[in-house]
Each structure stands twice: as structure tokens, then as C-alpha cells.
């Protein structure tokens, strides 16, 4: 059929509480017209993150009192760590409390001074875990994925000559490559095995270990069936197993597809690096077997994870997307295309072209999107990742975007009906939006708490 309808039924329900134009203004300019501080209970559709956002499934609920709290050797342990070697092959599971932990364990043992991390493109916990051991964080992405309207299928993968021109001159640097699946700060943009199986290729000839940031492995495996040839009567299953085949470890916010509200995990086939990495899980996350998570935790991930292999609910999630991103560039909105996995990402230079990159304008299209409908954005761009010369003026990232993250299995299509209409409505009246400037901010991750005033 031409309709694809959820795969599910909906069995437990939230309320929604309507605030009204005039205290959306107020409300944002209290919190320093940073949206993430904002109450919940003040946001009508609520776009900020997929991360933890998830509905859980009435299975996973049911692990939640299924799970065992033994503090070493737990059952729920046990079935965490064989689903995950299942799916990815790693022999060294290493729960944590969410991906940004997994994160700091990595990098705290390889990064440090001197030290150089290339990825397709990090994203914002990834680069400040790396930048916080002292490290430097270089992204690699392919000239195609920094063209907003340019159409390709797999406009996140990594620019594998460059990979190897950088690996060329600072292989003593570099202590591993990291490839982003999906690309979520490059427009949720999937990676194509053929890139996974290059680059994979590439750092061993250096030999380099290759890690997998997989928060959203099973939507890139979706695309990879969809849109690569020779994948089109796998099974998800089997092209998640071959795209882990190609790595020596993973990082994994299980926030994500793991359609949770919290937990993560490292995993890796290097004995001697797992060692050092549980040292430190014992002293800032807990013990081995449950890392920073309760029993229940990890047999709600270990559902999910099964869960998320479902093609049926995979097609629902990206067509989600999708239906979005036709209405919105139907209206003429820019946006990045074609669409990702898991948000529409507005093009934030071309929505408002009179305010320029060191004025946000994504931070501009957010609070807009907020005080008109409601909806609480995520800026992708100057705010998250500008930095400052030596003049202390704002250097500027390749993309200017909003990122419209879509929470799994919480919202219908009459709310993003809802969400497109708003998007339109403040697209038309463009030309009211108002440059920003940041006036509090702290060194690191500042778009968590900065504070703005309008210009």
C-alpha cells in the first residue's frame, strides 16, 4: 500500500500542555533564549533530540521488572552483552551510563596532548571528550556532504584519499579513525558499506584501529539495503554484522536506536585496551557488569536492540522523515537533502540570508520556531561549533543548520503535520527574524547553557 502506517499501537499516552504565543516570548527570554532551558512541560512538540526520547515498547517495559540488580553477575548483564555480540561481533562489552561516557573512557586512554582523532564528522560529545584529553578532533567528510541541496545517497561518508593523505603525514598522531553512522552533525546522512569496508581498509594499512560512533547503526543499515546495490534482499541483521565486521570497536549512546531513555556501551576486540578502559569504568562508571546502569537498564537496551532490527518499523522511521522533508521543500523551505535518519535539518543560511554565521542564524530559526508554534530545535552550527581567532572573532563550521530531531514511536502524523506548518509559517515571515549574540557562555559543549541576546 501507498501508506505506511506505524508499526505499533498505542498503549500509554502523554499529556500535551498548550502554552500561548505571548508565554513563549516570556518563557524564552527568562532562560537567556537558550532552548535546552526551557521546562518540558513549556514545549508543545518537543524536536531538541532522538536522544532518550524513545517510546518504549510494552516488551521493553516488561524487562524494566524482569531485570535483575545482582551487583556483580547480573542475568540482565548477560543478555545485554550476547545481544550485543550478536549484532556486532566485538568480544568486549563495556556498559555505561550513555554514549558520552563510553566517550570518555575511550578517549581518555587514547587521546591526550599531541593526539589527533579523524572522523567523517564528530559530533558535539565526541569532539569535547576529545578536545577535553587534550586531543584534537579533524573532521573528513566528503565535499558532497557539504552541499545542502546536492543529491546523493551517502553524502556522510568519510573522504577516504583524504583519510589517507592525513594518515600519511600524522600516523604517529593518530591513535585511531572514527566514522559517524549515521552523520548526524552532516544532516543525519547515512555511510555506505563501501566507505565503511575503505576506510576500514585504509586505517589498517596504517595500522590504525577503526572505531564505529553506531548510535544509529540499524537507520544507516536501513539505507545500506535501501539504496546500495547488492544489499537488497539482506537481512538488517546481516548488514549490521557485516558493517561491525569491518571495526575493532564501537561507541554506542544507546539513547539512540537502542530506543531507550538511558544507557551506552563500549565495545571492542582489543583485550588489552578493553582492561584499561574497565579500570576506569570501575572508578567513575561502577562495576564491569553493570557500568553506571541498573539491571533493568540493560534488559530494557537488550530489547531494544532486538527491536530495532525490525525492517518493518526501520521503513516507518525513515519515511517519517521524509514526509517532512516533502512538505517542508514542497513550501520552498531549505533544507538538507535528501533527507537523513532521524531529523530534517534546515538550512539555516539560506532560510534567513540576511544574518550572518557569527549572528546565528540557526539560534535566530529556533527560538522562532519556538515562540510561533511551540517547537523546541536543536541549532547545528555556529553555537555548537564555532570557535574563536586569535582576534576573537567566530570561525565558522561548513553548515549553517536546525536540526528537527524526531523522537522514536512518540509523536503522529498529525503532530508533524503540526510541525510543518509552523516551519512554513516562519519561513514566510523570514524576514522578522532577528540576529543573536551570545553574551554567557562556558568553554566547552556552551550551546548546552550559553545565554543570547537578540540585535
Known amino acids: 500500500m501507498k501508506t505506511i502506517i506505524e508499526p505499533f499501537r498505542i498503549k500509554s499516552i502523554e499529556p500535551i500542555y498548550f502554552t500561548t504565543e505571548t508565554e513563549r516570548k516570556q518563557k524564552l527570554a527568562e532562560v537567556g533564549y537558550n532552548l535546552f532551558g526551557l521546562k518540558a512541560e513549556d514545549v508543545i512538540i518537543d524536536l531538541l533530540t532522538d536522544s532518550g526520547t524513545s517510546a518504549m515498547s510494552a516488551m521493553q517495559w516488561a524487562g524494566i521488572m524482569n531485570g535483575d540488580e545482582s551487583y556483580a553477575g547480573s542475568r540482565s548483564f548477560y543478555r545485554f552483552e550476547e545481544t550485543i555480540k550478536k549484532i556486532t561481533g566485538l568480544d568486549y562489552i563495556i556498559p555505561t551510563h550513555q554514549g558520552r561516557a563510553a566517550e570518555k573512557i575511550l578517549f581518555s586512554i587514547v587521546g591526550g596532548e599531541g593526539q589527533i582523532i579523524p572522523n567523517n564528522t564528530h559530533f558535539d560529545t565526541t569532539r569535547a571528550n576529545i578536545e577535553f584529553s587534550g586531543a584534537q578532533a579533524v573532521d573528513l567528510l566528503n565535499e558532497n556532504g557539504k552541499k545542502p541541496d546536492f543529491i546523493a545517497d551517502f553524502?556522510?561518508?568519510?573522504?577516504?584519499?583524504?583519510?589517507?593523505?592525513?594518515?600519511?603525514?600524522?600516523?604517529?598522531?593518530?591513535?585511531?579513525?572514527?566514522?559517524?553512522?549515521?552523520?548526524?552533525?552532516?544532516?543525519?546522512?547515512?555511510?555506505?558499506?563501501?566507505?565503511?569496508?575503505?576506510?576500514?581498509?585504509?586505517?589498517?594499512?596504517f595500522g590504525k584501529p577503526f572505531f564505529l560512533d553506531a548510535c544509529r547503526f540499524a537507520e544507516n543499515a536501513y539505507f545500506i539495503k535501501t539504496r546500495e546495490k547488492g544489499y537488497e534482499k539482506k537481512t538488517i541483521l546481516e548488514i549490521c554484522q557485516e558493517m561491525f565486521s569491518y571495526a575493532d570497536g564501537m561507541t554506542m549512546s544507546a539513547k539512540k536506536d537502542a530506543l531507550v531513555n538511558i544507557g551506552g556501551f563500549l565495545a571492542l576486540n582489543d583485550g588489552v585496551l578493553a582492561q584499561k578502559c574497565r579500570n576506569v569504568l570501575v572508578v567513575t562508571e561502577g562495576f564491569p557488569t553493570y557500568g553506571g546502569l541498573a539491571g533493568r537498564d540493560l534488559e530494557a537496551i537488550a530489547q531494544g536492540l532486538e527491536e530495532i532490527l525490525d525492517e518493518n518499523y526501520l521503513q516507518y522511521r525513515i519515511r517519517t522523515i521524509e514526509y517532512l522533508g516533502e512538505k517542508l521543500t514542497k513550501a520552498g523551505v531549505p533544507l538538507i537533502l535528501p533527507t537523513g535518519g532521524h531529523a530534517v535539518y534546515l538550512d539555516a543560511s539560506k532560510f534567513c540570508k540576511e544574518i550572518p554565521s557569527w549572528q546565528f542564524p540557526g539560534q535566530s530559526i529556533a527560538c522562532a520556531l519556538y515562540i510561533k508554534g511551540g517547537i523546541r530545535a536543536c541549532e547545528i552550527g555556529s553555537v555548537m561549533f564555532g570557535k574563536y581567532d586569535e582576534d576573537g572573532k567566530t570561525i565558522s563550521p561548513d553548515l549553517e543548520l536546525v536540526r528537527l530531531a524526531i523522537p522514536r514511536r512518540a509523536y503522529t502524523q498529525s503532530h508533524i503535520d503540526y510541525v510543518a506548518e509552523v516551519i512554513i509559517e516562519v519561513f514566510e515571515e523570514r524576514a522578522n527574524l532577528r540576529p543573536f549574540a551570545i553574551v554567557e557562555e562556558p568553554p566547552l559543549l556552551r550551546h548546552f547553557t550559553a545565554k543570547f541576546q537578540e540585535l
Open 155 to 205: 553524502k556522510g561518508n568519510m573522504d577516504v584519499e583524504k583519510l589517507r593523505d592525513f594518515l600519511t603525514e600524522n600516523a604517529e598522531k593518530v591513535p585511531l579513525v572514527m566514522l559517524t553512522i549515521t552523520n548526524n552533525s552532516g544532516g543525519g546522512q547515512p555511510v555506505s558499506m563501501e566507505n565503511i569496508r575503505q576506510v576500514s581498509e585504509v586505517s589498517k594499512t
